[in-house]
């Protein structure tokens, strides 16, 4: 199954707060999680389920364990001459402020990514949570809401200030996000579906204040 629908967008390329040692020489993309996977598996994987074959992954500086780990993309079939896996560059160290996973500095460098692309719709997610999705089954919701953004997210079981909260108004559109959440908040789960031709539009409207996150843009 081929999604002609939507092509994706990872970002590998921020930095975490926690000390380990497992964070001394590689990003958290490449941390291990059960021995033989990484953290960058579960993005990759669940793009790859939902049939997204042309997929940018966004490099940080320390990168050499992703591409040891991910190679040419053959694992999720991206090893391919029509799409396929692209490390594409990013801000070496991402942004330093929390919560931050979708620099419009690295959208708007590989601007040309978007461009290229003849699906409606972009697939954004980090690689810090780990979750399976369905995400046919999101783009499908998304393209029936005719919204710009579609956002995934979950009831937080526990606070954490290195993420998003959503704030959600009575019609079920989110009215603005929040750093940071506590129990039974609305946790961004850095996964979102968004209209190609809105991207771009962000991407030249916003040309010149690269420093924001795409939701502070938006």
Known sequence: MINHKAIGYIT??????????????????????????????????NMANAGIKTVGLVMPGNYRSIIDHVGHGKDWMLDRKKGGLFP???SPFGGTKRGRRFLLRDIIANKELFTRAQ??????????????????????????????????????????????????????????????CEYGDNKFLDCFVINRDLLLQIIDRYATSDYLDVFEAT
């Open 12 to 45: 590998a390329n921020y930095a975490s707060e926690a000390t380990s040692v497992l964070l001394d020489s590689r990003p958290i993309a490449s941390i291990p999680f059960i021995g033989r996977y990484r953290l960058i598996d579960f993005p990759l994987s």
């Open 119 to 180: 699906e409606p719709y972009v697939v954004m997610m980090g690689s810090n949570i780990i979750f399976n999705l369905e995400l046919d089954e999101i783009i499908a919701a998304h393209e029936r809401s005719g919204a710009g953004i579609t956002m995934v997210y979950v009831k937080a079981e526990r606070s954490q200030t290195d993420c998003t909260s959503l704030i959600i108004g009575d019609a079920g559109r989110v009215s603005h996000v929040k750093l940071g």
């Open 88 to 90: 594409v560059p990013g």
